[in-house]
Structure formats: C-alpha cells, structure tokens
C-alpha cells in the first residue's frame, strides 16, 4: 500500500499541473469573450485540491493511522464533486 500511495500522490500532482495550464487557458479565453463562464476559475480549485491530496498522499504513505487516509480521501473527493459541478455547469 505505501508503493500505491506514493506512486498515486505523484500522479495526482503531476496531473494537477496539466489540469490547473488547462484551467488557466480557459479561464482566460472566458474572461477575454466575457461570456459569464466559470470553468477556468473552478478548475484552478481541483488542481488545488488535486495538488493537495497528492501531497498528503505522499505524506501519510508511512502512517499506521487512518487520519490521513481520511484527508486524503476528502480532498480528492472535494476535487472530483467540484469537476463534477464543472462539467454540470452548476
């Protein structure tokens, strides 16, 4: 399990900085053709708490407590309702 956690912390980063480009770049064609779109905004905030789970992930890999764990597990859950709400355009 420690092998999981660190190689999906670093996965969950790397990802995070391809997701939080692609935010940036929609982000800025909304804001450039003001058409009241959210996307770009809301994603920074997944690859935020995509970096952040990765983080943690990578933190706790050698922890015998579920606290952890459960931080993990929230903050990816957090990201994954908000891409969610993305792609459902609230």
Known sequence: MKTW??????LSIVLS??????????????????NGEVGGSAGIFVSIFMLAGG???IAVRNSQKNGGN?????LFLLASFLGIGICWKF
Request: charged content about 5%; overall charge positive.
């Open 5 to 10: 956690k660190l190689v999906a912390g670093i």
């Open 55 to 57: 983080i943690v992930s």
């Open 70 to 74: 459960i931080a993990v597990v929230i």
């Open 17 to 34: 900085v391809f997701v939080f480009f692609q935010s940036v770049l929609v982000g800025t064609a909304n804001t450039m053709s003001a």
